[in-house]
Nanobody
Framework: VQLVESGGGLVRAGVSLRLSCAAS????????MGWFRQAPGKEREFIGD????????FVGDSVKGRFTISGDKSQKTVSLQMNSLNIEDTARYFC????????????????WGHGTQVTVSS
């Protein structure tokens, strides 16, 4: 399974940004996709998950109310809408795919993209 993220960049605080991720390869075993982020010197942080079978989503507490996750099973894609960005959102954002059930930890996910950088300036 290959995952490719897109949509990162340098933005000013307060604006919105949308990230997308597309899965390819042996995707028939997958049950969902999610997003994580990692800032320098910090652990990889769970952002949200999209479950393909029931389209159920959940996002982490740190971004709840500002970030929304969505997906398309037929297209094997997942997107992350980020609103009201602030400097603390600066990180490398990673797309991940899982075979099993969702969970707010990298260990629940089996495949990873290379990430896309999001930098928020004041």
């Amino acid at each position: 399974v290959q995952l490719v993220e897109s949509g990162g960049g340098l933005v000013r605080a307060g604006v919105s940004l949308r990230l997308s991720c597309a899965a390819s390869g042996r995707t028939f075993d997958l049950n969902g996709m999610g997003w994580f982020r990692q800032a320098p010197g910090k652990e990889r942080e769970f952002i949200g998950d999209f479950n393909w079978s029931d389209r159920n989503t959940f996002v982490g507490d740190s971004v709840k109310g500002r970030f929304t996750i969505s997906g398309d099973k037929s297209q094997k894609t997942v997107s992350l809408q980020m609103n009201s960005l602030n400097i603390e959102d600066t990180a490398r954002y990673f797309c991940a795919a899982r075979i099993g059930r969702p969970g707010p930890h990298p260990s629940y996910y089996d495949y990873w993209g290379h990430g896309t950088q999001v930098t928020v300036s004041s």
